[in-house]
Nanobody, 119 residues
Framework: QVQLVESGGDLVHPGGSLRLSCAAS????????MSWYRQAPGKDRDLVAT????????KYAESVKGRFTISRDNAGNTVYLLMNSLKPADTAVYYC????????????WGQGTQVTVSS
């Protein structure tokens, strides 16, 4: 059974850093395209960063480019999102997503972790 469990969310001051983790189980991590999304109160869920299946190609939203880094540890079955130079606008619930480039129905979400950037 596929499971994604996020952790690492916290309250941090502007300019600070956080590293989010997404522990994956029930599938082969390297074969999935993994993404981080975020949703602020009253707003849509937006794509933040993606690392594509079977490689290290990454893609970022313009708003986080140069500040956030997505990475994966295939042996540890974990995906990370390193967030630097955090801004109040980064405040949101962050979700981990797994999709397969081969199977359309393979689309799973974690429960989310809260990131609050405030002084």
């Amino acid at each position: 059974q596929v499971q994604l469990v996020e952790s690492g969310g916290d309250l941090v001051h502007p300019g600070g850093s956080l590293r989010l983790s997404c522990a994956a189980s029930g599938f082969t991590l390297r074969s999935a395209t993994m993404s981080w999304y975020r949703q602020a109160p009253g707003k849509d869920r937006d794509l933040v960063a993606t690392i594509y299946a079977n490689g290290d190609i990454t893609k970022y939203a313009e708003s986080v480019k140069g500040r956030f880094t997505i990475s994966r540890d295939n042996a540890g079955n974990t995906v990370y999102l390193l967030m630097n130079s955090l801004k109040p606008a980064d405040t949101a619930v962050y979700y981990c997503n797994a999709r397969s480039p081969y199977y359309r129905d393979f689309d799973y979400w974690g429960q989310g972790t809260q990131v609050t950037v405030s002084s």
